[in-house]
């Protein structure tokens, strides 16, 4: 579970530092996109974690919070950019 958990964290921050660099509006929204699938697996990854009680609800809380602020951040992102491709 631990690697699961790093392996979908880490990607969060590879793929934004990649949509930074997008050749187009069309692969900017593609990396964000991923970025958002990683940020929910890493949730998931979270609550399972939560769940076999690994870590305590008060460690993992803050890490869900931020990760579901993330997931809502490029969900927005997203949104607004294909509103304004229109």
Excluded: H, P
Excluded at 18 to 23: E, G, N, S, T, V
Aim: charged letters at 25%; hydrophobic letters at 45%; aromatic letters at 6%.
């Amino acid at each position: 579970m631990a690697k699961q958990l790093i392996r979908s964290a880490g990607t969060v921050g590879a793929n934004y530092r990649a949509a930074c660099r997008a050749k187009s509006t069309a692969d900017f929204i593609y990396k964000i996109e991923i970025i958002i699938e990683e940020a929910d697996e890493s949730m998931y990854w979270l609550e399972v974690i939560t769940e076999a009680e690994l870590l305590s609800e008060l460690t993992t809380n803050s890490l869900l919070k931020e990760a579901n602020e993330l997931v809502s951040i490029f969900v927005a992102t997203v949104k607004t950019i294909k509103a304004n491709k229109s």
